[in-house]
């Protein structure tokens, strides 16, 4: 254990204490407010460019399994919490979330008032931030920060798409549908839920060309959720809309800002973002409240969508902000939120239905 630093880019600091790992990391500061899932959390891609600090106190109490992982890495910058459980105490565990994050070379803090912070960010918004074991001088410091790119502007995704295609099939039980998915950091249950539903999931890089995906004839399209600012991933954007009217097209987190983006919507930075597993969400189109898992910084205005093609069907409660959309012609709907969160809370889980019933009732003629 070493000193260590939290420098946010406002000029504020806050010391605390390094675990195995020392050295320096940099990047936009969000606060996730979920009790549990930290190893999902660790694990998700949408975090990428990211340090992440858990606002519940005491974080590691069950340990870490290989069963629970969203993704084969950790990808977020760094891990802030309040204190780390020093005893895991779970039948699951293989070993201890700190042994895990040393184990992957990831800046680990404690020690720090996470309150204090977290309240810094909802009053000015998420910032840039570094962790440092070397450096205590602000101005060195701001001077890292400076160099450090914003999330606004940032394509991420090519830092998380898979490079080449591979297809994920269902055990036990026959292919109903074949599905094209656009890997803008995919998530492991994503997959899993598809192949309990029946398909066979072809899951393609996000540089992936309108011929790469014509070419296995899909019965439906998915853009995954990810990274850093949508706007900046116009490849992904370009081949969406070759595929509206002509396939099913469901989209989660980033992937619903995709579609929002290529019907000719815009999206907005929020001020500090969605990050936790508590958000209440109201289905439009049900009636139906359901709380969420949530992980964006970005949002898509409602009002730059034609109200003529696009309507509202999901809408966050606590803030009103966009988190579901739907075409009036096309079979395209895209959501927010996470339906697949792993640890919970499952209420929105039926939504991946909306997809499977696209497919099934969609003319096969019509996508040739």
């Given at each position: ?138 101005k060195i410091l701001a001077a890292k920060l400076q160099a450090t790119p914003s999330m606004e502007g940032s394509d991420w995704v090519k830092t998380v798409s898979v490079s080449k295609k591979y297809v994920w099939s269902p055990q036990g039980q026959p292919v109903r549908f074949k599905v094209a998915a656009i890997d803008c950091g995919i998530k492991l249950n994503i997959l899993r839920i598809l192949n309990s539903l029946g398909c066979e999931v072809h899951v393609f890089p996000a ?162």
């Open positions: 254990m070493k000193a260590a630093i939290l420098y946010l880019e406002d000029g504020s600091s806050f010391l605390g204490t390094s675990l195995g790992t020392h050295g320096e990391t940099a990047g936009e500061v969000v606060f996730n407010t979920a009790m549990s899932g930290y190893q999902e959390i660790l694990t998700d891609p949408s975090y990428a460019g990211q340090i992440v600090m858990m606002t519940y106190p005491l974080i590691g109490n069950y340990g870490v399994n290989e069963d629970d992982v969203e993704s084969q890495k950790i990808h977020l910058k760094g891990f802030v919490v309040k204190e780390f459980c020093q005893r895991h105490s779970n039948h699951r565990a293989k070993q201890s979330l700190i042994e895990y994050l040393d184990e992957h070379r990831i800046m680990a803090l404690e020690g720090i008032d996470t309150r204090a912070v977290t309240r810094r960010l909802r009053l000015l918004g998420a910032m840039k931030g570094i962790i440092s074991t070397q450096d205590f001088d602000p540089a992936a060309t309108v011929g790469d995906i014509e070419a296995i004839s899909p019965d439906g399209l998915f853009i995954s959720n990810g990274p850093g600012d949508p706007a900046a991933v116009t490849y992904v954007i370009q081949t969406l809309r070759h595929f509206f009217g002509k396939l099913p097209v469901f989209g989660i987190c980033l992937g619903h800002q995709l579609v929002g983006l290529a019907l000719g919507g815009k999206t907005y930075k929020l001020k500090f973002g969605h990050h936790g597993a508590n958000h209440p969400v109201k289905d439009l189109l049900s009636q139906r409240i359901g709380i969420t898992s949530q992980n964006h910084g970005f949002c898509v205005d409602i009002n730059s969508l034609k109200k003529d093609e696009v309507e509202l069907i999901d809408l966050n409660l606590n803030d009103q902000t966009v988190e579901g959309i739907r075409h009036k012609k096309y079979p395209l709907y895209s959501i927010q939120h996470h339906p697949e969160a792993a640890p919970g809370p499952h209420d929105a889980q039926y939504l991946f239905n909306h997809f499977i019933d696209m497919m099934e009732t969609f003319p096969r003629a019509a996508k040739k």
